[in-house]
């Protein structure tokens, strides 16, 4: 089956609005005195963490960091096993956290790294995700800052991609059959 682009479900003007909402959020929880590790989880995430810690005040005390993971089992379905392909530089050890993810869909994958990082003995942990596909969710998850909750259709661009391709896109759009 091919695909191809459709309509958009965020402009880049809606996904700007919101992700200078969130950084508000952000900025009001840790305020300047809680210094905060930024984590983001690669691929996806990249694109969103890169605008949402630009929008953070100057005097926060802000670090990034990032992790490369993927959850073993076929293509379409994560089972929730994270294999770790790039670990973060620096440790989170009595560090406050925020993980930073493009989208939560089962929520396998992000259960899964947040027993893994709390493992670590962070001082607190967050949840930052851009996209909740809330109805597809397996197992709960604590999400902290959410921009915006989507239906069950799939949705290529800003990090998001399909087999590899779209992520650039600067809009979240549908994709459809050709
Ligand atoms: C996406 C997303 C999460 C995961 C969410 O990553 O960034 O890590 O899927 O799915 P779940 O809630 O069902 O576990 P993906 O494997 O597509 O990697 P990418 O960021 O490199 O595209």
Redesign the pocket.
């Given at each position: 089956m091919a695909y191809k682009l459709g309509e958009v479900i965020l402009s880049r003007e809606t996904i700007s609005r919101r992700v200078k909402e969130l950084a508000d959020e952000i900025a009001n929880d840790y305020g300047k005195n809680k210094p905060v590790v930024v984590v983001g989880?690669?691929?996806?995430?990249a694109f969103f963490l890169t605008d949402i810690v630009r929008e953070l005040p100057e005097d926060m005390d802000v670090r990034v960091d990032f992790m490369s993971?993927?959850?073993y089992g076929d293509n379409t379905?994560?089972s929730?096993v994270v294999r770790i392909f790039h670990d973060l530089k620096s440790s989170i050890e009595g560090k406050h956290v925020i993980v930073v993810?493009?989208?939560?869909?089962?929520?396998?994958?992000?259960s899964h790294l947040i027993g893994l990082l709390e493992g670590r003995h962070p001082a607190s942990l967050k949840v930052c995700v851009l996209l909740d596909k809330y109805e597809?969710r397996k197992t709960e998850v604590k999400v902290d800052y959410c921009g915006f909750r989507i239906p069950d259709k799939f949705v290529v661009g800003y990090?998001?991609?399909y087999a590899g391709k779209w992520r650039h896109l600067k809009d979240i759009k549908y994709v459809v059959e050709e």
């Open positions: 989880i690669l691929t996806g995430a993971v993927a959850s379905e994560s929730g993810e493009d989208i939560v869909d089962s929520g396998l994958t992000l597809r990090g998001l991609d």
